[in-house]
């Protein structure tokens, strides 16, 4: 690796010799991130697996409480969203800007339309009473404990719906930076990186649809 | 006569803002350096009114609620605000990227995060200290942890937020070694510090994360009753032992390893010896690490597990002695035939392998799961992990602390206050703490008020050792302050050692290299090269 | 090397086609998952399930994630994490599930009848510390200080 003098580019940060060691660096740190992102779901599955198989009749009866038409929905949301944020990354990487807004744009419309179909999904709910714990006055459920079901879905797809937020939250920061005209396609680290991130939340998205919604 | 440089990281920007917005590697140690003393400074404190209240089988001076939360409170700050961050983020960011002859961290910006994440979540648990103290231990077991009515909340919420820091600290140091070694730096020309640090931050990244989706789930169920943990709503305690422990157990890693790593460094440096078995000691580090993971259970043996899990456990758990047996060997070979300089650094060395080899070899009796039943919840555990976390951990830390301290500073502290010091802290500790192996053995439960009259003769001359200990750690004090405005400047290698961070000035220079240095040689060729020391003899 | 070359990241501008082509299969794949969820294939439904989720979840890892053309090490770094995370499921269950390998009555979650759980539920506000919460079937180690 040579010790390039010659034309620093800003973005480029001292300590790095040059702007490739400066990306990889960055790449790796968020790989390592997204693993503690992956264990610290982790704890949650855990928790879910082991519930499930003390109680798999409960589970089973309470999944039937579940609305599977928005829950597919949710997830053809989710998916079709981490498509347009991979098509922005590519946009920015062929130095096409403005259709990087736009990806961006439609993935964060889409997380908002995710998020509204949760939010119809908790507050009906709330409304009937199946939540977690010694909340839960619901009785349409047969078995033992089925407010156990109702944590474990509360807590999964609550912390999912957290991460949801805070990627809506670095998707318009993105937003307002690309207008800025801070990427392009020597440097847009942080497009990737939210990338990356947001394919995360899908990918466990799609771990939590058939555990909740579809227990045979 | 050595020279202190004009200008160095110290002095290079001027103003407490300079320092409370710094991103440099150095700074940030710095940092971490009195915060975490701080800290352990009022984690010892506790534990000194502890064994003076334990001086006598009835109650002294506090009454058994203060006891209770003082003991956790003890272990609590001792664990999440002292010992975990101890030398990753105090030795670790100072030395780690001189090491590896890079100018910083690879996210300076993220280094300084984890310091404030630090304080705040130390803000926490000082809130709780206040508001009451919690009186859980410091492992929150539930059902207590959500029955009891003491300020668990803001002491959990406090542990969870340290538990940011130190994934974050742990990142760094992963993104670091893997991308910002020098030319020629290859892995097997690191330096051991840097391997085990390099393990350490494994675990940090895999288990903290756990350890933090626990913690919440325990505020959670605290605060709006969701009875996963409750027994009475179908949930269960154990579980939350499980989840607990499969941090809390790596965790002991996170705290060990880092004392492992520079023992590895001080013993070849002041042995002036090529390690014994490079790859081993670099690979049992990771070892470790990866052991670490399989066998939290051994923690949980009288807790109603199932047996079979039980036995598991304590199969897995005898694996965790291979690695370390290795290191160990390692060391002692490394010793032999070498030529030892009785320095301050290396009397703490030496302390390390004999306190650190009774605290690992009680470590499988209690493994054991038989012997565990009858020892379990006793005295014996309290010594057994006090060998290893203050005689481990710990006793390394000061030794890493005295080694690194002239490169710190630019100035050598009393080496003869250092070796007495050193003396006191490790007679001390003896005294403290053997005598609980005999107390425990004999069946003195942990974590108790009040006892029964026969074993007093054990606690009084415990407490008496604990005395000792403390002059010790005055006296190191008193001269280790005393050298930064008095010490004699220290050259840039007072030890004669070889790795990057000698060859740089004392203090090092605001960004540690002019160029990137070319690694040419390993970081122990002590047989081929031959470096001065540059210390002065008083 | 020069920051103007950027040969290291060429390569990953992936056709417009495969990302269409992949998302896709990723809808078809839920599609699927929904439609086998109707049929019942006794113990196997845990199983089909988790199969369809896992190669979806390949896909956007592999495509999307990029781990098919970066660094192989991103790709050791996400898989053992799931080790770990696996290793985390299994060895809890050799808990959970074996509890009555030797007693009958130790199986399930600890039983609300435990005598140590009332007895420190009507305990629980006089603030004494149970030396370690150990949950017994049949005794009560509720030892307070004497």
Known sequence: MSHSQEGHPKFLQHHFSDVEQQRESAKLGMWVFLVTEILLFGGLFVFYAIYRAWYPDMFHNAHLALDVAMGTTN??????????????????????????????????????????????????????????????????????????????????????????????????????????????????THIEMTGLYWHLVDLIWIFLFPLFYLIG | MNKIPETHYLNA?????????????????????????????????????LRLELLTPTEMYIDSDTYNQMFTLHGAIMIFLFIIPAIPAILGNFVLPIMIGAKDVAFPRLNLLSWYI??????????????????TGWTFYTPYSTTTSTAVISIVLGAFILGFSSIFTGLNFIVTVHKLRSPGMT?????????????TALIQVLATPVLGITLVLLIIERLIGIGIFDPAMGGDPVLFQHFFWFYSHPAVYIMILPGMAIISELITAHSHKKIFGYKAVAYSSLGIAFASFIVWGHHMFTSGQSELAAMIFSFLTFFVAIPSGVK??????????????????????????????????????????????????????????????????????????????????GRMYNETLGKISCLLIFVGFN?????????????????????????????????????????????????????????KP????????????????????????????????????????????????? | MSEHTNTGHKEHILPLSLYLGIGSMLLVLTAVTVWVSFFDFGEFNLVVAMIIAASKASLVALFFMHLKYDNKLYAIIFVSSLLFLAVFIIITMFDTLRRDDVYIEKSGPIQKQSLMYDSLKTHSDSTTVVDSLQVKEDTTTVDLNK
């Open chain 2, 431 to 487: 005294m403290t703490f053997f005598t609980q192996f005999i107390m425990g053995s004999q069946g003195m439960p942990r974590r108790y008020h009040l006892y029964v009259d026969a074993y007093r003769p054990f606690h009084a001359f415990s407490t008496y050792g604990s005395w000792v200990m403390a002059a010790g750690f005055f006296l190191m004090a008193y001269y280790l302050i005393h050298s930064l405005f008095k010490g």
């Open chain 2, 13 to 49: 920007k001027k103003g407490i803002w300079s320092w409370l917005t710094t991103v440099d590697h150095k700074r940030i140690g710095i940092l971490y350096l009195f915060s975490v003393m701080f800290f352990f400074f009022v984690g010892g404190m506790f534990a000194l009114m």
């Open chain 2, 187 to 199: 892995w097997f020309k690191m330096p051991l510090f840097v391997w085990g640090m390099y393990a």
């Open chain 2, 328 to 409: 160990v060997f390692n060391w002692v070979a490394t010793l032999y035939k070498s030529s030892i300089s009785f320095s301050t650094p290396m009397l703490y060395t030496l302390s390390f392998l004999f306190l650190f080899s009774i605290g690992g070899l009680t470590g499988i009796f209690l493994g054991a799961l038989p012997v565990d039943i009858h020892l379990h919840d006793t005295y014996f555990i309290v010594a057994h992990f006090h060998y290893v976390m203050v005689g481990g951990t710990v006793i390394a830390f000061l030794g890493g602390l005295h080694h690194w301290w002239p490169k710190m500073w």
């Open chain 1, 75 to 188: 997830t053809i949301v989710l998916i079709t969203s981490s498509v347009t944020i991979a098509l922005g990354i590519r946009s920015i990487q062929l130095d096409r800007q403005k259709d990087t807004i736009w990806y961006l744009f439609a993935t964060l419309l889409l997380a908002g339309t995710f998020m509204v179909i949760k939010y119809f999904e908790y507050m009906h709910k709330i409304h009937l009473g199946q939540l977690p714990g010694e909340w839960y006055h619901f009785d349409g459920i047969e078995g033992n404990n089925p407010h156990v079901f109702f944590s474990a879905y509360f807590l999964m797809t609550g912390l999912h719906g957290i991460h949801v937020l805070i990627g809506m939250g670095l998707i318009t920061w993105l937003i307002f930076r690309t207008k800025a005209g801070h990427f392009s396609s020597k440097y847009y």
């Open chain 2, 118 to 135: 630090y304080i705040v979540g130390a803000l926490f648990a000082v809130f709780s200290l206040v508001s009451g103290g919690a009186d």
């Open chain 2, 490 to 538: 220290a050259g840039n290698n007072p030890w004669g050692a070889l790795t990057h961070e000698w060859s740089i000035t004392s203090p090092p220079p605001e960004h540690n290299f002019e160029e990137i240095p070319i690694t040419e040689h390993g970081p122990y060729d002590y047989d081929k090269i031959v470096a001065k020391s540059t210390l002065v003899e008083n």
